[in-house]
Nanobody
Framework: QVHLVESGGGSVQAGGSLRLSCVGSGLNIRNYCMGWFRQTPGNERETVAA????????YYADSVKGRFSISQDNAKNTVYLQMNSLKPEDSAMYYC?????????????????????WGQGTQVTISS
């Protein structure tokens, strides 16, 4: 059974940094597209960043390009989201998700609906 567990969220001031981690079990992330998503109350979940197998392409939402970076450590079965220059509008619940790749993707899917394994989320709050 696949489990994804996020950590690293918290409260920081605008301009600060956080690094989110997502540890996977029941899957080998080198065979999966991995993504980070976020959601605020009353709004739809949106894709923040995604990566294929750690050696393929990546995707970033326009709102985070140049500030966020997704990476993965296959030995630790862990995906990271480094978030720099944080803004109050980055405040949200952040989720990690996975979908099986099987060598299919050169660029990871960017649609939320493409991912079928989800973690419980970690809260990020940015104060101005």
């Amino acid at each position: 059974q696949v489990h994804l567990v996020e950590s690293g969220g918290g409260s920081v001031q605008a301009g600060g940094s956080l690094r989110l981690s997502c540890v996977g079990s029941g899957l080998n992330i080198r065979n999966y597209c991995m993504g980070w998503f976020r959601q605020t109350p009353g709004n739809e979940r949106e894709t923040v960043a995604a990566i294929t197998r750690g050696d393929g392409g990546s995707y970033y939402a326009d709102s985070v390009k140049g500030r966020f970076s997704i990476s993965q450590d296959n030995a630790k079965n862990t995906v990271y989201l480094q978030m720099n220059s944080l803004k109050p509008e980055d405040s949200a619940m952040y989720y990690c998700a996975a979908r099986f790749d099987g060598g299919r993707y050169y660029v990871p899917p960017s649609q939320v609906s493409e991912y079928n394994y989800w973690g419980q989320g970690t809260q990020v709050t940015i104060s101005s």
